[in-house]
């Protein structure tokens, strides 16, 4: 496997690789270090606009045009040459999709993009591409925007109003996609872009680079290619799109809708009803009920009468990493009158909550669902400026059902974190309640935490584990009041 897609004789390629290095290395110290995905497409960018790198990431045969770029291509410390090099070189609009740190970003912009936007499902991920955005250099920072919807970004990038009679291939849109774990989450973006992409480059780990998302590519486009490996890393390169439609006055109405999974959840337990289960792409647990939740939820109901023998009218009730909403529209059935909340860092995730919160409980009040990243500082501003809606102290219960995977790497830190901001978020006598692995053991964790800490279920897979935090007489979650 080359150390690199670009040779020592490339020589224009090499000094633009420096002057973006050097950019980067102003955001991560140790850069390319941990970033082999951002690097091979750093790479492909620069040796494919200095005309080095053929479509493939493969050495052209001939470099008859690097003379003719080499007296603009010297390397500038600022690293804004990007967008000025030879005028011969037509610097390409960037989407890039599901950056998961800022790095594909920086990359993209540093390699002569011109204008450059970002979406990212994960709200964490959008705040480190924004973070990451402010260690360009200008005039390159801003060409670089983070947006919320792909709708938008396109917008930002071909114009409200294009052309009369301009077509997708004229605008020359390059999507860039970090690769995804779920073929549908890819079939999805292709959907949405698709009319304005003439090129998608997919970049990931090869072990995530199935053939699957290589068939899925050519069902749009004419031609995939697939780049030398370097360092795990990889490159599928889709052109020569298959349907090049004129585009419409509103550059916007090219995204076409998402549309969820739906699918009807048995109850669990007296007191649930069957539950519709909405689920767009991307959305842990799909359109299914989690077998941990369901856990949770039957070992809930079994105590729910002693636990608030007072009412339940007007309860702050929040499940923290909402997924599909199942989980929260199930207790919410259990607690009626109860005000419902929903958190998850997947903007997938918290439109999935919204419709299946909204499937139970008809003539309630409507569930609030916010796209937060939970391990941030509290209190929590949504988009509508709320922060009292996810202050400390503040919750009459609230339920967790933790990952623990990061990406393909188990990890207990994502669900320690998400366990110590749901008893920050109780308030005194709130009671939080845990599904998590039963091999992974929290209850320790939690009794640091709260007290009269109790294992209320356990199987084969999963545990489900309550506490109490501090603050009445008996350590009894407190009445609500209105």
């Known amino acids: 496997m080359p150390r690199s897609l670009l040779s020592n004789t490339h020589t224009v390629s090499q000094e633009r690789l420096a002057v973006a290095d050097e950019a980067l290395a102003r955001w991560s110290a140790a850069w390319p270090q941990g970033h082999s995905d951002a690097r091979i497409?750093?790479?492909?960018?620069?040796?494919?606009?200095?005309?080095?790198?053929?479509?493939?990431?493969?050495?052209?045969?001939s470099?008859?045009?690097e003379a003719a770029e080499a007296a603009g291509a010297a390397a500038d410390p600022s690293g804004s040459r990007h967008a000025s090099d030879s005028p011969s070189v037509t610097a390409v609009p960037t989407l890039v999709v599901d950056d998961p740190d800022g790095s594909l970003s920086l990359v993209v912009a540093l390699a002569g993009a011109g204008r450059t936007a970002v979406v990212t499902d994960?709200?964490?991920?959008?705040?480190?591409?924004?973070?990451?955005?402010?260690?360009?250099?200008?005039?390159?920072?801003?060409?670089?925007?983070?947006?919320?919807?792909?709708?938008?970004?396109?917008?930002?990038?071909?114009?409200?109003?294009?052309?009369?009679?301009?077509?997708?291939?004229?605008?020359?849109?390059?999507v860039v996609v970090h690769a995804p774990k779920q073929v549908a989450l890819l079939?999805?973006?292709?959907?949405?872009?698709?009319?304005?992409?003439?090129?998608?480059?997919?970049?990931?780990?090869?072990?995530?680079?199935?053939?699957?998302?290589?068939?899925?590519?050519?069902?749009?486009?004419?031609?995939?290619?697939?780049s030398p490996g370097r360092a795990k890393s990889r490159l599928l390169v889709a052109s020569a799109p298959k349907k090049r439609a004129p585009l419409p006055v509103s550059a916007a109405a090219l995204t076409r809708p998402r549309v969820p999974v739906q699918s009807a959840a048995a109850s669990p337990a007296p007191g649930v009803p069957e539950i519709l289960v909405s689920a767009y792409a991307g959305?842990?647990?799909?359109?299914?009920?989690?077998?941990?939740?369901?856990?949770?939820?039957?070992?809930?109901?079994?105590?729910?009468?002693?636990?608030?023998?007072?009412?339940?009218?007007?309860?702050?009730?929040?499940?923290?990493?909402?997924?599909?909403?199942?989980l929260l529209a199930a207790v919410g059935a259990l607690l009626?009158?109860?005000?419902?909340?929903?958190?998850?860092?997947?903007?997938?995730?918290?439109?999935?909550?919204?419709?299946?919160?909204?499937?139970?409980?008809?003539?309630?009040?409507?569930?609030?669902?916010?796209?937060?990243?939970?391990?941030?500082?509290?209190?929590?501003?949504t988009g509508e400026g709320r922060s009292t809606d996810f202050a400390a102290g503040t919750f009459d219960l609230v339920t967790v059902n933790p990952p623990f995977h990061e990406g393909t790497t188990m990890t207990t830190d994502s669900a320690h974190a998400l366990i110590d901001t749901a008893v920050d978020l109780l308030a005194p006598g709130g009671r939080l309640v845990v599904v998590h692995n039963s091999h992974l053991r929290y209850r320790a964790h939690l009794q640091h935490r709260l007290v009269e800490v109790e294992q209320w279920a356990r199987d084969r897979r999963f545990t489900v584990v309550s506490g109490v935090s501090p603050g009445s007489a008996r350590g009894e979650t407190r009445t609500p009041t209105s």
């Open 122 to 174: 994960s709200a964490a991920a959008g705040e480190a591409c924004r973070a990451a955005r402010e260690s360009l250099p200008e005039p390159v920072r801003s060409t670089v925007g983070v947006h919320r919807t792909v709708a938008e970004a396109a917008a930002a990038l071909v114009g409200d109003r294009p052309a009369e009679g301009a077509t997708a291939g004229s605008v020359g849109l390059r």
């Open 336 to 381: 009626p009158g109860s005000v419902l909340f929903g958190i998850d860092d997947s903007q997938a995730a918290v439109e999935s909550t919204a419709l299946t919160a909204a499937s139970v409980r008809p003539g309630e009040e409507p569930a609030v669902v916010a796209h937060v990243d939970a391990t941030r500082p509290l209190p929590w501003v």
């Open 283 to 326: 959305t842990f647990g799909a359109a299914a009920a989690d077998p941990g939740s369901r856990l949770l939820v039957r070992a809930f109901a079994q105590r729910r009468s002693t636990l608030f023998a007072g009412g339940t009218d007007r309860m702050r009730v929040l499940d923290l990493g909402s997924g599909n909403g199942w």
């Open 63 to 65: 470099h008859a045009g």
């Open 41 to 61: 497409l750093e790479e492909y960018l620069v040796g494919r606009r200095a005309g080095d790198l053929d479509i493939s990431g493969r050495a052209v045969d």
């Open 187 to 226: 079939r999805e973006c292709l959907r949405m872009v698709e009319a304005l992409a003439t090129e998608v480059v997919v970049v990931g780990r090869e072990k995530h680079m199935s053939r699957t998302l290589n068939r899925l590519l050519a069902e749009a486009y004419g031609r995939v290619d697939v």
